[in-house]
């Protein structure tokens, strides 16, 4: 370990002296996570709705109400002709249109079938889905209620409850755990710390060595006796200390500003969080070896960030990814650290909850530092 | 990584500094070095002298252990480069062509991170120190960025550094690339005070004017050494000036015109412009009065006086044979 602490200190010196680098480790993240965290947001609501009522019963004014009580639809327009709401969808004012025809309060009298037609604009998949969805489940739970009415004019029933009023047949009952306001930051928030978290380390460490190749000091270094190791750990440990503080302050953004509580034992996510970031200064010091400039070590770092954002489950599950995309997720570290983040943290997970998932992390980090180490020698070209 | 940080090696006083024998490095197919074969007594300066990319700085960097040879073998201070490459480094100092200290830190920052390398203690740091601030000066501008000094004082202080340690050999590339004048003197000064203190000192340059102030030169030039020795001594060289031949200045109105004409004369071997001056190497059967009359014909004002050749003369005459030789 000669000259560990010689490196150290002086990279303390850099560190103290270069305000970036302080900002980019401490408020750039939690500006990430408040920002993400607010804007990543998959529930779908309010969507534009434009309305085309051709009966104008009270019958068909309660079928839009119970469409805007459903949440998912706003009425963004009401029109009078079929070119209207077509002009309203195609303009993108609105989303969704519904049609209600001439005869429908009348239709429902006499106890035909009544259609209402929904006009819902795919482009949007994710909205289309949603309003596709309610749609379906409003007309479900609409009919049924006809029939329970029904059944109590008749007095036959499929089905009574306890009470002996009619009831459904069959009485799912779903009850949601861990998240049960489902509220997208829940999901969001703890896997962003582990992307955040990669970000700002894969970055500090490969630009503090690259730059030392740039400049030049990095070849004085090595003409001198400094050890392989204290200039490594000189170097690193600076860095790791840093990540942790900065994992703390966006650990207490998440309960303060997002409101999710960390469920499962802090003791266990500061150990794993520890085996992440060694992990994440490996791959920086990986890059370095790598990077002969500080802006080939910025592309390399996009190169591993876009698949860690995309294909790590932190945005979109990992199960429903064809196999070969799934397996380039299965070799980013990240992608256990964010399913370690989110059991620990939602789903109070203990140690053997995680074992496959510490197990992954465990083998990157085993690979990548031996790569790196491997790779890094106190040796020119 | 020696525990106890000291050489395993006889003490009994090592004449040759530093030794290279038949050093090799090629990058890819690329030859950088061929077979350098060189030896640096104690207190000397060796002056490296040669083009860019003939192989000055690789063949520096393997003498400092920081590139392995692909053939031949190298010692410093009696320590094999090849196989002790660490315990090299303790002993030397460094100091490359590029400003390579730390810009952001202060001048005592950068002397006390290389004390804490070279593993100082308090009151050793503390001597050295002020040895280094009293050879070169830099303690004027202690608490200063390093990136806020002038060329010349960078390199000041970049020799301070390379000096914390107190080596017994210094490695300097290329110390006063782009340095003023006036700087470039002082520096050199430092290294004869340095030499007379016993530091051995091996300069690359591309000046000839150092090239002549150091005790020993060599030439690199497409990789290979086709020159060493004494300065005086590879001026007196038979393959510099040929038996049956002498060297004249012919000084006159039309420099570039002679330079033509001497090339057209039989018996004039070599000619080259130097300033507004022309050399001349011819047979010693030529009288100088002749060879004036055929060389300005109708000046009266010109005139030609016997000299003997300049270092750079006899690099050119080197590199050119050298150049026949592997065309």
């Known amino acids: ?112 079938q009544a259609q209402v037609q929904v006009l819902i604009d795919g482009s949007d998949s994710q909205v289309a889905t949603t309003a596709l969805n309610t749609v379906g489940l409003l007309a479900t739970q609409l009919s049924i209620r006809r029939g329970q009415a029904m059944a109590e004019v008749t007095q036959q029933a499929p089905a009574r409850d306890p009470e002996g009023r009619p009831a459904q047949p069959i009485d799912l009952r779903p009850r949601l755990l861990y998240n049960p306001d489902l509220e997208s930051s829940h999901f969001f928030v703890p896997g962003l710390i582990g992307i955040i978290l990669q970000l700002v380390l894969l970055f500090l460490t490969s630009f503090s060595i690259v730059r030392e190749r740039e400049l030049g000091t990095l070849e004085q270094l090595f003409v001198t006796p400094v050890s392989r190791a204290g200039l490594l750990f000189g170097k690193l440990l600076p860095y790791a200390i840093m990540a942790f503080g900065e994992m703390l302050i966006v650990l207490v953004l998440m309960v303060a500003v997002f409101g999710v509580r960390i469920q499962g034992s802090m003791l266990l996510l500061a150990a794993l969080s520890a085996l992440f970031i060694v992990t994440a200064l490996g791959l920086g010091l990986l890059i370095s070896t790598i990077a002969k400039t500080q802006l080939q070590a910025i592309q390399i770092a996009f190169l591993i960030m876009m698949p860690s954002v995309l294909l790590s489950g932190f945005m979109f599950p990992r199960a429903e990814m064809p196999t070969p995309i799934y397996w380039i997720g299965a070799v980013l570290p990240v992608t256990y650290f964010i399913e370690i983040l989110r059991g620990i943290i939602l789903r109070n997970a203990d140690a053997i909850d995680l074992v496959p998932h510490v197990a992954g992390l465990a083998a990157c980090c085993v690979v990548i530092l031996t790569l790196s180490l491997s790779r890094f020698r106190k040796q020119l070209a | 990584m020696n525990a106890n940080g000291r050489i395993t090696m006889s003490d009994a006083p090592v004449s040759r500094v530093i030794r290279a024998e038949g050093l090799t490095r090629r990058f890819g197919a690329v030859v950088a070095v061929q077979g350098v074969t060189f030896e640096v007594s104690r207190a000397a300066i060796f002056g490296l002298l040669g083009p860019n990319g003939s192989g000055k700085s690789t063949l520096i960097r393997m003498l400092c252990g920081v590139l392995r040879p692909s053939e031949g073998t190298g010692s410093v201070l009696g320590v094999d480069i090849r196989r002790d490459p660490e315990a090299v480094k303790r002993r030397i100092g460094y100091m490359s062509q590029k400003f390579s200290l730390y810009a952001d830190l202060s001048v005592i920052e950068n002397l006390r991170f290389y004390g804490r390398v070279y593993g100082l203690n308090a009151a050793r740091q503390r001597q050295r120190e002020e040895a280094v601030q009293a050879l070169t000066g830099v ?83 497409l990789a290979r050494l086709i020159a060493l020795g004494r300065p005086d001594d590879l001026k007196a060289s038979r393959d510099v000036t040929p038996a049956g031949t002498r060297r004249f200045e012919i000084t006159c109105a039309h420099p570039t015109d002679a330079l033509a004409r001497a090339r057209a004369t039989p018996g004039v071997r070599d000619a080259t412009l130097f300033g507004n001056t022309v050399h001349v190497l011819a047979d010693a059967r030529i009288l100088p009065e002749a060879l004036l009359a055929d060389l300005a014909p109708g000046e009266v004002a010109a005139s030609i006086r016997p000299i003997a050749p300049t270092l750079e003369d006899v690099f050119v005459i080197l590199s050119r044979a050298q150049s026949l030789r592997t065309l």
């Open chain 1, 1 to 112: 370990m000669n000259g560990f602490l010689a490196i150290l200190l002086k990279e303390f010196a850099h560190i103290r002296r270069e305000r970036m680098t302080i900002f980019f480790t401490f408020v750039v993240p939690a500006l990430q996570l408040t920002i993400f965290g607010y804007a990543i947001d998959v529930t779908i609501d309010h969507i534009p709705l434009v309305v085309l009522d051709l009966d104008g019963s009270q019958q068909s004014r309660g079928l839009v109400e119970a469409m805007v009580n459903t949440r998912a639809f706003t009425v963004s327009q009401r029109v009078q002709d079929l070119d209207s709401l077509r002009r309203a969808l195609s303009s993108g004012r609105a989303k969704a249109g519904v049609v209600i025809p001439v005869e429908y309060s009348e239709r429902l009298l006499r106890g035909e």
């Open chain 2, 139 to 221: 303690g004027e501008f202690i608490d200063r960025p390093a990136g806020a000094l002038s060329g010349g004082w960078k390199q000041r202080l970049a020799l301070a550094c390379a000096l914390i340690h107190e080596p017994e050999v210094l490695f300097l590339d290329e110390p006063t690339a782009g340095i003023d004048p006036v700087a470039r003197r002082d520096l050199w000064d430092l290294l004869f005070a340095l030499s007379h203190q016993g530091v051995t000192m091996f300069v690359t340059t591309h000046y000839m004017d150092e090239a002549e102030r150091c005790t020993d030169v060599g030439y690199i030039y």
